[in-house]
């Protein structure tokens, strides 16, 4: 087994003092994470079960909006 160096300031400040490129990989960690939950909330929308919940909840809210004025007209 191979003892490794002791990890004294200077070396420290050599091996770990350069962050470059530190800011772009936590912007490409940032995205993959946000891309992931776009493909999860994409499989639950087209889910079946979620369709269902969505054409249940549609048909009270068609019948509630009737005779509602959404904007004043405007002539």
């Known amino acids: ?20 490129g530190a800011a772009t990989a936590e912007y490409a960690i940032a995205t993959m994470a946000a891309v992931a939950f776009a493909g999860l909330l994409v499989v639950i929308m087209r889910s079946p079960q979620t369709n269902r919940s969505a054409a ?7 019948g509630s909006a009737k005779g509602m004025v959404l904007a004043p007209d405007r002539a």
């Open 56 to 62: 249940a909840l549609a048909p009270p809210c068609r």
């Open 1 to 20: 087994m191979v003892a490794l160096p002791p990890l004294t300031r200077r070396r420290a400040a050599l091996l770990f003092g350069d962050e470059t």
